[in-house]
């Protein structure tokens, strides 16, 4: 679940080219079996990673065949019969199709326009200050809610926005006036909430990776602006933005992965009776058709569709990436 | 911080020759300084309120907006929770099962990305593809479930550790870690005759220190702040997990409180139970933050950025 924790790790490219694997290992199997005889405690220390990613990782992966069939517990997985493509259809006629995208797909732009920005600002921001000491203590401060749970995060919403005594809520009340609004019950407010939770929790975590950036700048390129009569704003559009480029499209294409994730944990915290229309997501969804229900075939192909399209956009932005020049992710 | 960026252009100007700085650009300063301790403030004044209304009377919290040290100093709500088999029950489970799982998964992610991290070794690369694709692409939440359950996994607290044993992102990035150590300390240590073994426990992991501290804390948290995972797996009340109690007690439609309240029969002291829960769900992760803070940027930075 915290695999957001570190965002820019680039998957690296395999060297096929190193001795005794590819070709040359096809050559002399005597080699192989020597040098894997000589690295057998490296592969006895190999084995349980390998054994927890092929158990939690690939068995799941097997197991999403169930999303074209009609799984039923006691025929178990090779029981059960084969329905091709029922369970999308179902899902794609269904009534709640379009409620769902419609859903996912606002609090991903919503996502997009207000979260992925901030903390690029914020780390701009630190990276103009004067005193090493304030930055460090800003820093250290604003990292803080990135290692709080969902659902403390959750619990803070409701305690500072509740309709009786929430402190956020009322203070809203003393300046508006008017009715008391329940903003965590309401519909109005659910997107809103989500973003401000989003914002507040991830923003400064989110400035680490690109401050690592800007610290690679180097600084005679500021001198030889400001030599050129270059003020601030133009020595931030033009050396600082462009060196921080980088770091920006490959989180920007990992963020485009992720877009149908909402955020299980949030999501589902934060849905109430009230909110169900705008709050229901895939991956809410998911959870409660196929373990509050038990439709594990049919939920399960709705995370198979969610999931595929994610790699689709994961490709795409890559591709849209190196279009532009960029460097991509792979 | 470890990333200090103290070249950044502010620092440059007031090391170097004051270029007669305009008046706008003073202002900014002044502004940018505003804004972000506000930011901070904002950050942290939540928390703060959240620790002070823990400690003060129901009427309090109900009568003041907003305070950030309680009127008169009760602990009501930490009483009733140190009294309540319910949370002691959670609290210890969380505690046991956070300590048990960040073990477990910190050995087995060095262990995995000690060998990944040698180019020599015969399917390597095989074995670094089977670890980048989880990255990419999983089964999803219905699958997995399938899988524990499948393995009896269903209400025993190693659904709340095994599935999450290895973070693939941690485990690349321990690798690359390893991979920057020299080659030649561990060569010596060859010719003295340690074998891979030896080499790992008395050379590598010594050198590692700021990186399994890292590596231990985000592990942890994870652990500790994981509420999918009961969610999914555990429907036994009495193996619930602070965050599961914590959902419970805080939520706009608890039903549960009722429970809770039917459960402990005793005087139920409604918000200050809600604050003392909240802070004792979040004071683990404050306590060490500090401590290990100074290696976490370092450490997620190694192997992320290669620019």
């Not at chain 1, 803080?144 to 659902?151: D, K, N, R």
């Amino acid at each position: 679940m915290a695999t957001d924790l570190v965002p820019g790790v680039t998957p690296e490219t395999p060297k096929t080219s190193r001795p005794p694997s590819g070709r040359a290992a096809r050559r002399a199997p005597g080699r192989v079996l020597a040098s894997a005889l000589r690295h057998r405690w490296l592969y006895v220390m190999l084995l349980p990673g390998v054994v927890y990613f092929l158990v939690f990782k690939y068995w799941p992966m097997y197991g999403l065949h169930i999303a074209f069939k009609e799984y039923l517990p006691f025929l178990g997985y090779s029981g059960s019969p084969w329905v091709g493509f029922k369970q999308f259809q179902t899902l794609f006629a269904g009534p709640d199709f379009g409620r769902l995208m419609l859903n996912t797909l606002i609090l991903a732009l919503l996502t997009i326009v207000f979260v992925f920005p901030a903390p690029i600002v914020v780390a701009l921001m630190l990276n103009e200050l004067r005193t090493v000491l304030v930055k460090r203590s800003i820093q250290s401060l604003i990292y803080i809610p990135h290692f709080l749970s969902w659902t403390i995060v959750a619990s803070l919403t409701y305690l500072l926005f509740s309709v009786d005594f929430g402190v956020l809520a009322n203070f809203i009340h003393t300046l508006v006036g008017g009715e008391q609004v329940d903003y965590v019950a309401q519909e109005t407010w659910f997107r809103p909430i989500i973003v401000l939770q989003l914002l507040w929790k991830q923003t400064g975590w989110g400035t680490i990776i690109y401050l690592a950036a800007l610290a690679g700048v180097d600084t005679q390129l500021y001198e030889a602006a400001r030599v050129d009569g270059a003020g601030r704003w133009r020595q931030l559009w033009h050396i600082t933005l462009p060196a921080i480029r980088p770091a920006i499209v490959v989180m920007a294409i990992l963020t485009s992965g992720h877009l149908l994730d909402s955020g299980f944990e949030q999501i589902w915290l934060m849905t109430t009776s009230l909110n169900r229309s705008v709050s229901d997501v895939f991956d809410t969804y998911v959870y409660y058709i196929g373990i509050t229900q038990g439709a594990y075939s049919y939920s399960t192909a709705v995370g198979l569709f969610k999931g595929a399209t994610g790699v689709l956009l994961i490709a795409g932005s890559n591709w849209l990436a190196k279009r532009l020049g960029q460097r991509g992710l792979y | 911080m470890a990333i200090d960026n103290v070249a950044g252009p502010a620092a440059q100007r007031r090391r170097g020759v004051r270029h007669h700085e305009s008046a706008g650009s003073r202002v900014f300063d002044v502004l940018n300084v505003v804004v972000l301790l506000a930011l901070a403030a904002i950050t942290v004044l939540p928390l703060l309120y959240v620790v002070a209304g823990s400690f003060a009377t129901e009427a309090e919290i109900d009568s003041r907006p907003f305070f950030l040290w309680p009127q008169k100093f009760v602990t009501d709500g930490y009483d009733y929770i140190f009294a309540s088999g319910t949370f002691l029950r959670a609290l210890l489970t969380t505690i046991c099962v956070t300590a048990v799982g960040t073990v477990v998964q910190v050995g087995l992610t060095l262990t995995m990305a000690y060998p990944l991290s040698k180019r020599a070794l015969p399917g390597r690369t095989m074995a670094i593809n089977l670890v980048v694709f989880t990255l990419v692409f999983s089964g999803g939440m219905i699958p997995t479930y399938l899988v524990v359950r499948d393995l009896g996994l269903l209400d025993s607290y190693w659904a709340l550790i095994l599935p999450l044993a290895i973070n693939p992102f941690y485990l690349l990035i321990v690798k690359s870690f390893f991979q920057e150590l020299p080659e030649a300390l561990e060569e010596a240590a060859r010719i003295d005759g340690c074998n891979e073994l030896g080499v790992f426990w008395r050379i590598v992991l010594p050198l590692s220190k700021p990186v399994i501290a890292t590596f231990s804390l985000f592990y942890a948290v994870g652990i500790w702040n994981d509420y999918m995972s009961p969610l999914l797996y555990i429907d036994d009340e009495r193996k619930w997990t602070l965050q599961v109690l914590v959902r419970q007690l805080t939520a706009a439609n608890a039903d549960s409180e009722n429970a809770l309240n039917a459960l402990e029969g005793a005087f139920f002291p409604q918000q200050g139970v809600k604050f003392a829960i909240i802070v004792l769900a979040t004071l683990p992760i404050l306590l060490v933050y500090p401590f290990l803070q100074k290696h976490f940027a370092k450490g997620v930075l190694i192997g992320s950025v290669k620019e």
